[in-house]
C-alpha cells in the first residue's frame, strides 16, 4: 500500500526504462541536488510528519559494535584496533587502526558500486572516484543526515509467525511476494520518503553461532536476503524509498538467485542487485542493521513505524559508513 503525498513529480520506473541510451533504468540527472541520490525523495513535510512516530520516546540504537562482526562474512573486513593512550596522567586520548567503515552496521554510498555497463551514478568519471574526491562520497549524507520515517517490515516474525522461519543457514532468497505478505499482515503502509527497514533475524542468528560456525557461514558465501528481482528494484523505486535498509550481510541474498535478471549487466557482482540500486537508481543500502529490539518493541505496540536519523561519518569521498541509525518510537 501507498500513501499519496505532495512530493516532487519522478517519471515510474517503467519510464525510467524508456530513457535513452546509458540513461535506460537509472534516475541521472532527474534530482535537484546530484550527488544525494534517493534521499531527495524526503520532502520538509514527509520530516515534519514523522515525528508523529513518536509516541512514547523511546529511543534505539540500530548499530551493533564495531567489532561485533569478527569473524563475519567479509574475508577482508576485521575488526578495527582501538589503542587509549596519556601524555601525562590527566590525560587520556584513543585512535582506531584498520576501522573497516562498512565491517558492520552501515550504510553504502553511491562510489560503493559502479555499474558494469554504464559506469558510477550520474556519470561519475572513474577518475574521481578516488581518495579526497567529493564526488558521491558519504560526506553528502553527514553534512544534511537522512531522517525521515522509518518503516519496519518483520520478516522474521511474519515467518515465524507461519511456523516457517527464515531459512538463514542456506541462504534463503526473500521475494518481493514475501515483504508484501508481511506488510499487509502488518497493515503497513508506505509514504514517498520513507526509509524502509527488512529484519530477517539473520544478524542475531550469525552471531549466536559458534566461531567454528561463523567460519564455515563465512566460508560458503551463503547469507539470506532480498532476492534478486527487476521488480523488486521497481517496487522500490515507484513507492519512492528514501533508502533500503537490512539486518543481513548484503540486504540481497548470497549467492544471487540463479535467474537473476542482472547476470548480464552486472558480472561482477553475478548477478547481484547492488549495481541497479546504487550506481543507476541512487539507491543508498543499509546492511547488518541492529533491528532486533526495536522490532520486538513495535510488536508489542502494533505500530511499525519510527522516527528515523542516519548520519554516516563526515569523511570526504568514503563510499560508506557506519549508519549511527537512531529511532524514536
Known sequence: ?????????????????????????????????????????????????????????????????????????????????????????????????????????????????????????????????????????????????????????????YRAGQGNPVDHANGEPLSLALIQEAMEAQSLSIRPGDVLMLHTGWCEW????????????????????VAQSQEFVAWAWDHQLALVAADNFAFECLPPVPDSPFLHSAPNDRGMMHQQLLAKLGMPLGELWRLGPLSRHMQTTGNWDAFLSIKPLNITGGTGSPANATAVV
Open 206 to 225: 550469525f552471531l549466536a553461532l559458534s566461531l567454528e560456525k561463523k567460519q564455515r557461514a563465512r566460508d560458503g558465501r551463503r547469507a539470506s536476503g
Open 1 to 157: 500500500m501507498t500513501e499519496s503525498t505532495d512530493t516532487a513529480t519522478y517519471p515510474t520506473f517503467e519510464r525510467l526504462l524508456e530513457r535513452e541510451g546509458g540513461l535506460a533504468g537509472t534516475s541521472w540527472g532527474l534530482f535537484p541536488e546530484p550527488d544525494r541520490g534517493t534521499p531527495s525523495f524526503i520532502a520538509q513535510d514527509a520530516i515534519l510528519r514523522a515525528k508523529n512516530c513518536i509516541r512514547s520516546g523511546a529511543v534505539f540504537g540500530l548499530d551493533y559494535p564495531a567489532d561485533a562482526f569478527d569473524p563475519g562474512m567479509s574475508i577482508r573486513r576485521t575488526a578495527p584496533r582501538h589503542t587509549i593512550y596519556s601524555s601525562h596522567p590527566a590525560h587520556r586520548d584513543d585512535y582506531v587502526d584498520g576501522y573497516y567503515l562498512q565491517g558492520s552496521t552501515q550504510i553504502d554510498g553511491l562510489r560503493h558500486r559502479r555499474a558494469d555497463d554504464v559506469g558510477f551514478y550520474n556519470g561519475t568519471p572513474d577518475a574521481r572516484i578516488t581518495e579526497g574526491t567529493p564526488d558521491l562520497g558519504i560526506q553528502e549524507w553527514a553534512e544534511k543526515p537522512i531522517v525521515s520515517r522509518g518503516v519496519l517490515v518483520d520478516l522474521h516474525g
